[in-house]
């Protein structure tokens, strides 16, 4: 019986020593894949001039301005974007009429009526804004709304504006003035429904 048990001994021993040597004898090799780098996009909207886009002192019935203004994608994406108006009173506000074009050629007072795409005033001049803000292109709302406006990353577009007092203003607004303040609201566009 010792022997048999001597005899199982050296098995388990030599069974246990191929388990051990065993592990040493098998190839390994790694690959590595470096470089995977992440970064985000840039949404960068500019307006050019950046305060006083139309502007006048002392206003009589009949009387209008004219100027443009470039709207830029210094971003890296496309964007998409909105102008809502918010002005300091709502009775001169009212009564100022914008207009908003795309593709004049001369964005003067004698210029505007002569070629151009409404885009706010469609159907004749509207509202310059009220204290509580009106969108005038678009919809600051996230996603794609009805007259948003578009652009690539690095491009920019001219948007002629407008303001008149109507020839019919009438006594009750003298000595009024109001400020607008134009916000152009920018987001974007790609995985952006």
Same mark, same amino acid.
């Given at each position: 019986?010792?022997?048999?048990?001597?005899? &199982?001994?050296?098995?388990?021993?030599?069974?246990?020593?191929?388990?051990?040597?065993?592990?040493?004898?098998?190839?390994?090799?790694?690959?590595?894949? =470096?470089?995977?780098?992440?970064?985000?996009?840039?949404?960068?909207?500019?307006? #050019?001039?950046? &305060?006083?886009?139309?502007?006048?002192? /002392?206003?009589?019935?009949? *009387?209008?301005?004219?100027?443009? +203004?470039?709207? @830029?994608?210094? %971003?890296?994406?496309?964007?998409?974007y909105a102008v809502t108006s918010t002005? &300091?009173? #709502?009775?001169?506000?009212?009564?100022?009429?914008?207009? +908003?074009?795309? %593709?004049?050629t001369t964005c003067t007072n004698a210029?505007? *009526?002569?070629? %151009?795409?409404? +885009?706010?005033?469609?159907? /004749?001049?509207?509202?310059?804004? @009220?204290?509580?803000?009106? #969108?005038?292109? /678009? *919809?600051?709302?996230?996603?794609?709304?009805?007259?948003?406006?578009?652009?690539?990353?690095?491009?920019?577009?001219?948007?002629?504006?407008?303001?008149?007092? =109507?020839?019919?203003?009438?006594?009750?607004?003298?000595?009024?003035?109001?400020?607008? &303040?134009?916000?152009?609201?920018?987001?974007?566009?790609? #995985?952006?429904?």
């Amino acid at each position: 019986m010792l022997k048999k048990l001597l005899a &199982t001994m050296v098995v388990v021993i030599v069974g246990a020593s191929f388990v051990v040597f065993g592990s040493f004898a098998v190839f390994t090799d790694t690959q590595n894949v =470096p470089g995977n780098t992440f970064s985000t996009g840039t949404l960068d909207i500019s307006t #050019n001039p950046t &305060t006083a886009l139309v502007t006048f002192s /002392g206003m009589v019935p009949g *009387d209008e301005v004219t100027n443009p +203004i470039t709207v @830029s994608n210094g %971003g890296t994406l496309q964007l998409r974007y909105a102008v809502t108006s918010t002005t &300091t009173e #709502n009775v001169l506000a009212a009564q100022l009429d914008l207009t +908003i074009k795309t %593709g004049v050629t001369t964005c003067t007072n004698a210029g505007f *009526d002569v070629d %151009g795409t409404r +885009i706010y005033g469609l159907l /004749g001049p509207d509202d310059l804004g @009220s204290d509580t803000g009106i #969108n005038v292109i /678009g *919809d600051p709302a996230q996603g794609d709304d009805t007259g948003d406006r578009t652009l690539d990353a690095g491009t920019n577009e001219t948007l002629c504006f407008n303001v008149a007092l =109507p020839s019919s203003t009438d006594g009750s607004y003298e000595g009024l003035s109001t400020t607008a &303040t134009m916000a152009f609201q920018a987001e974007q566009t790609l #995985n952006n429904p």
